[in-house]
């Protein structure tokens, strides 16, 4: 007799609950940590810093463990916490040019 019944952590598809959620948390946190290095687009990395924490949250909470789902979650916060810091160093750096400037 064959048994055609998907193991509990499985969804029937073949696919581990929150799997695709995983791999979409690791693509936002490697995309946003691509855009730390281009200035004002660190901005973008903080929002996709967002979205990935989100999603690596909801992949938890389906049930997602492993790898993938621990490194989207990683690579998120480094994201969200490195992006705002070059966001702010950029705005600081633009203002400290204008203000020199400014005063000759």
């Known amino acids: 007799m064959e048994n055609n019944q998907a193991p509990m952590n499985q969804a029937p598809g073949g696919d581990t609950p929150g799997k695709n959620a995983s791999i979409a948390s690791m693509v936002c946190g490697i995309i946003g940590v691509v ?3 281009f200035g004002y687009t660190a ?3 903080v929002i996709l810093g967002i ?3 989100v999603l690596a949250s909801n992949a ?3 049930g997602a463990e492993g790898g993938i789902q621990t490194a989207g979650f990683v690579l998120s916060l480094l994201s969200l916490i ?4 070059f966001f702010v160093a ?3 750096c633009i203002g400290a040019i204008s203000a ?5």
């Open 60 to 62: 938890k909470k389906e």
């Open 43 to 45: 901005i973008v990395s």
């Open 35 to 37: 855009f730390w290095f």
């Open 51 to 53: 979205v990935g924490l």
């Open 90 to 92: 950029c705005v600081a």
């Open 100 to 104: 020199a400037g400014a005063f000759n």
């Open 82 to 85: 490195f992006g705002a810091i």
